[in-house]
């Protein structure tokens, strides 16, 4: 049953959906926002641990990973950073939080805060919104757009009903479908398969801002520890918190360590575990201490660490402390070799690199290979750090590709 002709169609209501809708209903236009899940920013809900940093005072073509940085560059520059923040406190009423690290949050610190703000400003301009229905074909005929809704069940609700399917014409298509990460609250490949089918090519897909899989037999040992380390990668400096699991590593330095490895696998990484003393400082410490390896060495650093350490090297615990010890321990300390990281996949990981490759879209993000097609976010070849880089990008892609949807 056909039952509605819309100016545009966006498919998934996450971060670029809800900013391209803002724009395409720009005079009055006509504009659907369609998702699957049972309410809109589903995905934006879990970012930033709940606080949502949306933004980062610096933002560089560095930050990202996109196999065309000279057409990315280009991209950012198109729309900058205070137009963003700019939109959000003027349009959307959202006051705003800069952190001294650069990141960038509504003041609130509430990721249902944009939520909110978005909802309301899309209800002032008559934007309908379908939730639990997803999109599961689109066809092109005669300059329309078919688009194959079918219905999705609720959280909780049981199959018990006939799932009922709607088609909907729109001029012009969004796809803001995201990406695989996080498939509990969304994440999925459905874009890619839709991109395909109007003869996009999808660049090799990989998790990142992810923690890794260790294989260490004693990581055990460290199983809750969360302290300040740095690493040396391809002899880029990463530094920040890791917390350890028994087979895994997480927090920010294993989030960054996988952007700038682009989420393949390491063989081996050096660590340095008390990254603020030098090594030198360290053994001169402990060089008038006397007792067992284990008394000296946990009356400055934490047990689960010094039984770690002392373990990889072999050292008894128990046996009185000798500066030969304390050197092997020290070197150890500051220079851990990690082997075997395998970047955990898509349940755990932020983003992703890979997508549509952007020489297939021109600057308003809009498909080369079909007119009044369009891409954004996550489902693009652009993938950024932790940080606020990727709801960045999205949020200019949903500028760009609404405010050219509207103009079209
Ligand atoms: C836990 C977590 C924390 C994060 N924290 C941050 C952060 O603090 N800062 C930051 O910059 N980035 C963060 N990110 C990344 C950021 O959330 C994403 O890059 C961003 O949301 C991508 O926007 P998007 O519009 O491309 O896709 P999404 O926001 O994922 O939205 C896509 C939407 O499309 C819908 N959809 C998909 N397929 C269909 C279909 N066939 N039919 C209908 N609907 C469909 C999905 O349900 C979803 O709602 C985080 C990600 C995760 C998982």
């Known amino acids: 049953m056909i039952y509605r002709i819309y100016d545009t169609a966006i498919v998934g209501a996450g971060a670029s959906g809800l900013m391209a809708a803002c724009f395409a209903c720009e005079g009055g236009l006509k504009t659907v926002l369609i998702d699957k899940n049972h309410k809109v920013g589903r995905k934006i ?36 950073k205070d137009d963003i923040l700019n939109f959000f ?9 800069r952190e001294n690290d650069g990141k960038i949050y509504p003041f609130s610190k509430k990721s249902e805060t944009p939520i909110f703000a978005f909802e309301k400003y899309l209800k002032k301009h008559s934007v309908e919104i379908f939730t639990l229905l997803k999109v599961s074909s689109i066809i092109n005929k005669n300059d329309l757009f078919e688009i194959e809704l079918n219905q999705c069940l609720a959280p909780g609700e049981k199959e018990t009903k006939l799932q009922k399917t709607f ?18 609250i969304g994440g999925s490949q459905d874009g890619f398969a839709l ?6 090519s999808i660049r090799n897909i990989k998790p990142i801002l992810t923690p890794f899989n260790v294989k260490m037999p004693n990581l055990s040992l460290l199983d809750g520890l969360r302290l300040t380390a740095s690493a040396f990668y391809k002899q880029k400096k990463i530094e920040g918190e890791i917390l350890f699991s028994s087979s895994t590593i997480s927090g920010p330095l294993a989030l960054d360590l996988s952007f700038f490895c682009a989420g393949e696998y390491i063989d081996e990484i050096s660590i340095d575990l008390i990254p603020e003393i030098e090594k030198e400082k360290i053994i001169n410490f402990f060089k008038n201490k006397h007792g067992s390896y284990f008394d000296v060495l946990s009356a400055s650093l934490d047990k689960k660490l010094s039984k770690f350490i002392l373990d990889l090297t072999g050292i ?5 402390k000798k500066d030969e010890g304390i050197h092997k321990f020290v070197e150890k ?7 075997g990281l395998s970047p955990c ?12 490759p952007l020489s297939e879209l021109d600057n308003n993000f809009m498909s080369l290979k079909k007119k009044n097609l369009f891409l954004t976010g996550e489902m693009i070849d652009c993938g950024g750090r932790s940080g606020g880089y990727n709801l960045h990008f999205a949020w200019i892609s949903g500028i760009l590709a609404g405010k050219k949807a509207a103009k079209t």
């Open 333 to 339: 300390l500051k220079n851990l070799k990690f082997k």
């Open 45 to 80: 809900l879990s970012t930033g641990a709940g606080k949502c940093n949306l933004s980062n005072e610096n933002i560089s073509v560095d930050d990202y990973l996109c196999a065309e940085k000279d057409r990315l560059r280009e991209l950012l520059s198109i729309v900058k």
């Open 316 to 320: 008894n615990p128990q046996s009185e």
């Open 89 to 97: 406190s003027e349009d959307l009423g959202m006051m705003l939080l």
């Open 345 to 356: 996949g898509f349940d755990a990981a932020m983003a992703k690199t890979g997508g549509v």
């Open 167 to 184: 088609t909907i014409l729109a001029r012009k298509v969004i796809l803001a479908c995201g990406g695989p990460s996080y498939p509990r």
């Open 195 to 200: 991109a395909k089918s109007f003869g996009h």
